[in-house]
């Protein structure tokens, strides 16, 4: 059965710090590692990773993918109250059973002012 | 930015009722999808639709629940009977591209079965 595992669950900093979440998985027929962020509702989508050491980058977000270890880490920079939310790491996979992204439980980042 | 739509935002409904839950995919999608998400919990993969027909289906999706895209833009999911543990964040997603690819996700239907 396909995984995600991510930690810390929740984590609480003050604006200005720097953060780092973290992602396993074990997906079978693994293609890609989605991170998302979800405020009120629904899960908006921030990266795709399928390469391994290959930073993306948007903003203050950034997220790099490694492969032989089956994880993923986002950091987040000069963190803002508005980067509050839950942070979803998603496994997608290729082929045949693989049309569903298993989701992580999330970490719930509180950011204070 | 185009976006998935969903309606309604919030359905309440009885113990055996049945709802329709309604999105509107990303126009150039081709790939549809509902997942759930119980309060509290993570966002489960229920079904996946391509041409007109199921593409895959997860365990939750048992024989209650069906799905189908009426026309051209709509797509529905329907759930024949309601549980009180079908409660839960009802979301849509669409991608160009089948599974491990971007999947944009809709606002959600949270629907209450009392």
């Known amino acids: 059965e396909d995984k995600v595992v991510q930690s810390p669950l929740s984590l609480v900093v003050h604006e200005g710090d720097t953060v780092t979440l973290n992602c396993s998985y074990e997906v079978t027929n693994f293609r890609s590692l989605l991170w998302y962020k979800q405020e009120k509702k629904a899960p908006t989508f921030l990266f795709m990773l399928?390469?391994?050491?290959i930073e993306k980058k948007s903003g203050r977000l950034s997220s790099i993918l490694d492969k032989k270890e089956l994880s993923s880490i986002l950091n987040i920079t000069a963190t803002q109250t508005g980067d509050s939310a839950i942070y979803l790491c998603?496994?997608?996979?290729?082929?045949?059973?693989?049309?569903?992204?298993?989701f992580g439980k999330g970490t719930h980042l509180i950011i204070q002012p | 930015e185009p976006e998935v739509t969903q309606t309604p935002s919030h359905q309440v409904t009885q113990m055996g009722q049945e709802v329709i839950l309604r999105c509107v995919p990303i126009?150039?999608?081709?790939?549809f999808y509902w997942y759930r998400q119980i309060l509290g919990q993570k966002v489960e993969f229920l079904v996946s639709?391509?041409?007109?027909?199921?593409?895959?289906k997860s365990e939750i999706f048992d024989d209650q629940f069906s799905v189908e895209r009426p026309d051209g833009s709509n797509f529905t999911l329907k759930i024949r009977s309601t549980k009180l543990e079908d409660s839960a964040m009802y979301f849509c997603a669409s991608s160009v591209y089948r599974g491990g690819y971007e999947q944009y996700f809709g606002p959600g239907t949270r629907l209450t079965v009392t």
């Open positions: 126009s150039n999608h081709l790939y």
């Open positions: 998603a496994g997608g996979g290729s082929g045949g059973g693989a049309d569903g992204l298993t």
């Open positions: 399928t390469s391994s050491g």
């Open positions: 639709f391509y041409n007109n027909e199921i593409s895959e």
